[in-house]
């Protein structure tokens, strides 16, 4: 998915070439054979796939936030946060705010194990 914005370079500046003086390939294909070109192409496929798009984004913010892997008890969470996502207008402030009332946010320990 990072080809779709191969265009921005280090500091999110425009290009058209690469260092070598090479035309920019933004285009790419999804291990489902989706494929796409440039941010616009991949936005268009993650459209078509929110509620998983969702999800995922979901799973991998609460992992990081708790600092464990997630495990089956923790999918009703990720579902409810993914759920709020969407019927909040897809909203970062909805996702942390989300993550932070969640059970396994809130029964984390200091070693990161839960309650």
Do not use: H
Not at 26 to 36: H, I, Q, V
Not at 41 to 61: E, H, P, R, Y
Not at 75 to 84: F, G, M, P, T
């Amino acid at each position: 998915m990072g080809f779709a914005f191969e265009n921005f370079d280090a500091i999110g500046a425009w290009r058209e070439k690469d260092a070598s003086g090479f035309p920019i390939d933004a285009s790419g294909a999804l291990p489902d054979g989706g494929t796409f070109n440039g941010a616009p192409g991949l936005k268009t496929v993650l459209d078509a796939k929110k509620d998983l798009f969702l999800k995922c984004l979901s799973d991998k913010m609460l992992t990081y936030a708790i600092g464990r892997g997630l495990e089956y008890y923790d999918k009703r969470s990720v579902d409810q946060i993914a759920a709020a996502l969407a019927k909040n207008n897809f909203r970062f402030s909805t996702l942390v705010l989300e993550i932070v009332k969640s059970d396994p946010f809130q029964m984390r320990t200091a070693t990161g194990e839960t309650l």
